[in-house]
């Protein structure tokens, strides 16, 4: 039997897959990417951020890492687009553009 | 010694979870299964039960706050019918895919609409194809027999699916029967403690259930699912053998009645099978051999067994008591034709619709059946093979 996410291979039988799907850790959802699913691309302006900290706990994703008290740029492996930071943000800090319009 | 009583089908049900005493119970009323949680609530209240009772909203939060009790290790049970088993759609899916054992007492009642409150099997056969395992009960005292045997059925480290006992509303739900119950202590011992694996409240392994489950895995998980359906057919034996120690009650995937030298037979399911039990013996009587085939265990389905049970019968009528508006007959014909397809073939087979909306089945329409089974045995001629018997016109 096969309980951990790492061990759910593309080649896990039936045999040996967990009963229900349940994975036999917590803390999963890191190791799958969903910044790929993203059509907006939020962005941080730093020079505008007053770290007031309004944003990282309305993040659905934890996609705002927070490291002594202080936001650091977005997580974009894990950053869907949703906007919800772009429009709780009261400094303009934060842009919000398509994703094809981002700089490389 | 077991205790002899008089209860309702709706009672005993209720005195089968006040013994098995479950962690949790969530429940909404919805006739002619309302009853099983007002008795239940009331073991609650007087401190009999140490049951933890959710009062929900609906049904589908009742199906929704059962799976997410019986997934923090809490056995659960519940108990519904019609639309509100319906309601619980959804989540009935979510709880088997889960491979959660949670136990519910279907009293089976007309799925709406038009609307009726009456009974037939229109809901749980709705639900058969739900991944629950479902039993059928004719009688109250199979009702509480099924009931206790569900819990063990269901927890088996084989198969972990949630379980469906089903009963006919009114008919079974609200007579008084003569029954045997258990001692308290006995129910106790045989259901056991639950000890499940895996579990939410477990402190010592954190767990993650219900995880988003992509085509890469998803077909496995169903798979598996559909494994422990196949391993419950030697699980619900084992059940019922160990039962029938303690009670003497002895308990199949089916009921076979007057069968093995029958010359036509009738395939039925719950509280009519009573009726035609009536009428077989008649017949009996007057020396036409006349048998009967009572399904107990619809899902899994007993398909080999039948067929073997049913390989010597000339003509058979499988009674539906739900449509399938596929044009053809019911649920229970399908099943059963397609169970003796290459291994009883030639038997002339009918497939009847009857007692819908809770229209009464009498001794006389049973009758005609068996007398409809005699003509196709002496003239060779079946005629149009799906009927309707006791509706107008």
Known sequence: MRGKAKEMTPEVTWQEITPGGTIYETGNAEGYKTGDWRSMRPIWIEEKCTQCMLCPPVCPDTAIPVKDSKRLDFDYDHCKGCGVCFKVCPFDAIDFIKEEDKEE | ?393
Not at chain 2, 81 to 98: P, V
């Open chain 2, 1 to 393: 010694m077991s205790i002899r009583e008089r209860l309702s089908g709706n009672e005993a049900i209720a005195v089968a979870m006040r013994q098995i005493n479950p962690d949790v119970v969530a429940a909404f009323p919805i006739t002619p299964s309302t009853e099983i949680p007002q008795y239940f609530s009331q073991f609650v209240s007087n401190g009999q039960v140490q049951t933890e009772f959710v009062a929900v909203e609906s049904e589908h939060s009742a199906m929704s706050a059962c799976i997410g009790a019986q997934a923090a290790g809490a056995r659960t049970m519940t108990a519904t019918s019609a639309n509100g088993l319906a309601l619980m759609w959804e989540m009935l899916y979510i709880a088997s895919a889960m491979k959660l054992p949670i136990t519910l007492s279907c009293v089976n009642r007309a799925l709406s609409g038009p609307l009726n409150i009456h009974n037939d099997h229109s809901d749980s056969m709705g639900a058969r194809d739900s991944g629950w395992i479902q039993l059928y009960s004719e009688t109250n005292q199979e009702a509480y027999d099924n009931l206790l045997q569900a819990i063990r059925i269901a927890e088996h480290k084989d198969v972990l699916l949630p379980v469906m006992v089903c009963q006919d509303g009114f008919i079974t739900s609200h007579a008084v029967e003569n029954i045997e119950l258990l001692e308290d202590d006995k129910v106790k011992e045989f259901v056991g403690e639950y000890k499940p694996d895996h579990y939410l409240l477990n402190h010592k392994e954190p767990i993650a259930v219900g995880p988003l489950d992509l085509p890469a895995h998803c077909f496995e998980h169903k798979r598996e699912q559909a494994q422990s359906m196949i391993n419950a057919k030697k699980v619900i034996l084992e059940a019922a053998k160990e039962f029938e120690k303690l009670t003497g009650r002895k308990y199949e995937y089916f009921e076979k009645y007057n069968l093995d030298d029958a010359e036509i037979a009738i395939v039925i399911i719950n509280s009519s099978a009573g009726t035609a039990k009536t009428v077989a013996d008649k017949l009996r009587d007057n020396g036409i051999k006349a048998g009967l085939l009572k399904i107990r265990m619809f899902r899994p389905f007993p398909a080999d067994e039948i067929a073997e049970a049913l390989k010597n019968v000339k003509a058979l009528a499988v009674m539906d008591k739900a449509e399938s508006y596929s044009a053809m007959g019911g649920p229970v014909g399908a099943e059963v034709k397609s169970a003796l397809y290459g291994k009883a073939d030639g038997i002339k087979v009918l497939n009847y619709i009857y007692g819908l909306g809770g229209r009464d089945v009498r001794a006389d329409d049973i009758e005609e059946v068996y007398n409809s089974l005699m003509y196709i045995v002496k003239t060779g001629q079946i005629g149009e093979t799906y009927r309707y018997i006791g509706v107008r016109g």
